[in-house]
């Protein structure tokens, strides 16, 4: 709950880890009953190293035959890690990077660096998972180069991503930002769209 922009924390009581065998039990039932792709919902899957690889151990174990996506923080993950991935029925991974400005990746509270997404990028494609990197525009402080630096940082690393999506930026309420949108230029104004989880 480090990021400025991340909502969570308003959201939900607390960090949370699922209980593995209950996870396990889940995708045995929906498998069953003929759901054999899932969505992995939550901040990433990979918050904890070895809670995600004791989970692929069980599906592998169990020899369930699913195929899985899910959020992932490019932060360090074994090599390992990322066969057992695969092995557990992983082909996609959404790979939060928002900028590839290192001092804009510190003021997000992210504790991720352009060494560890390009390393991310190589593990996943050399374990055979597909990915797509996301990143956010209009982000406080950001300047035109940011943008120019992201659409290079693409160019530069096409052969390891398979595709790429953008969000606007937006100041959420519950999100740190919210309480100190001054100290980053920013000023707030009732929303106009009706969605009463943003705000202008």
């Not at 039932?29 to 899932?38: D, K, Q």
């Not at 939550?42 to 690889?53: M, P, S, T, V």
């Not at 660096?113 to 991310?120: A, D, G, K, Q, W």
């Amino acid at each position: 709950y480090k990021c400025f922009f991340c909502d969570r924390k308003g959201i939900e009581t607390g960090f949370q880890l699922k209980n593995i065998d209950l996870l396990v039990k889940e995708i045995e039932r929906h498998s069953a009953g003929g759901v054999h792709a899932f969505w992995f919902c939550g901040a990433a899957i990979n918050i904890d190293e070895d809670h995600i690889r004791n989970l692929c151990e069980e599906i592998i174990k169990r020899n369930i035959k699913v195929k899985w996506s899910g959020p992932l923080i490019p932060s360090t993950l074994r090599k390992s890690t990322y066969n057992l991935l695969h092995m557990a029925g992983c082909i996609h991974l959404k790979i939060g990077v928002e900028t590839v400005n290192q001092d804009t990746l510190i003021s997000l509270g992210k504790s991720i660096t352009l060494r560890s997404i390009e390393n991310c990028l190589k593990c996943s494609q050399g374990a055979n998972i597909k990915n797509t990197i996301t990143f956010m525009v209009g982000l406080p402080r950001e300047r035109e180069l940011d943008v120019v630096k992201k659409m290079a940082f693409i160019k530069k690393h096409k052969g390891l991503i398979n595709s790429v999506k953008v969000f606007i930026f937006q100041v959420r309420i519950g999100a740190p930002i919210y309480q100190s949108a001054r100290e980053f230029g920013l000023e707030i104004r009732p929303t106009k769209s009706g969605d009463q989880r943003y705000i202008e």
